[in-house]
């Protein structure tokens, strides 16, 4: 099992930048695929971003494409999501979580074991 615990997020004005973290403790962090989910009300949780154990590859939503990336850095523990050119549908609750198994990417959310307890992230139009 691995702990995950966000930061970031808060207001943001449409348009504007924000940054998500996610630090890990627990298993070995590096080994796994990491992803970012997010929730708006009423709305299912989706995948936003995934990255695989080593960040040489990554995987998007066809809405945050060109606007959000996902970086992870293994010596950190720790898994990022920058957003840029936000819009106002990106407010949602953003989840980190991490992977089954093992040097996979993975875009399904059940695909992963653990999740963080999320962040909220509010776009004012």
């Known amino acids: 099992q691995v702990q995950l615990v966000e930061s970031g997020g808060g207001f943001v004005q449409a348009g504007g930048s924000s940054r998500l973290s996610c630090a890990a403790s627990g298993r070995t962090f590096s080994s796994y695929g990491m992803g970012w989910f997010r929730q708006a009300p009423g709305k299912e949780r989706e995948a936003v971003a995934a990255i695989n154990w080593s960040g040489e590859y990554t995987s998007y939503v066809d809405s945050v494409k060109g606007r959000f990336t996902i970086s992870r850095d293994n010596a950190k523990n720790a898994v990022y999501l920058q957003m840029n050119s936000l819009k106002p549908e990106d407010t949602a609750v953003y989840y980190c979580?991490?992977?089954?198994?093992?040097?996979?990417?993975?875009?399904?959310?059940?695909?992963?074991?653990?999740w963080g307890q999320g962040t909220q992230v509010t776009v004012s139009s």
């Open positions: 979580a991490a992977s089954r198994l093992r040097f996979g990417l993975y875009m399904t959310r059940s695909d992963y074991a653990d």
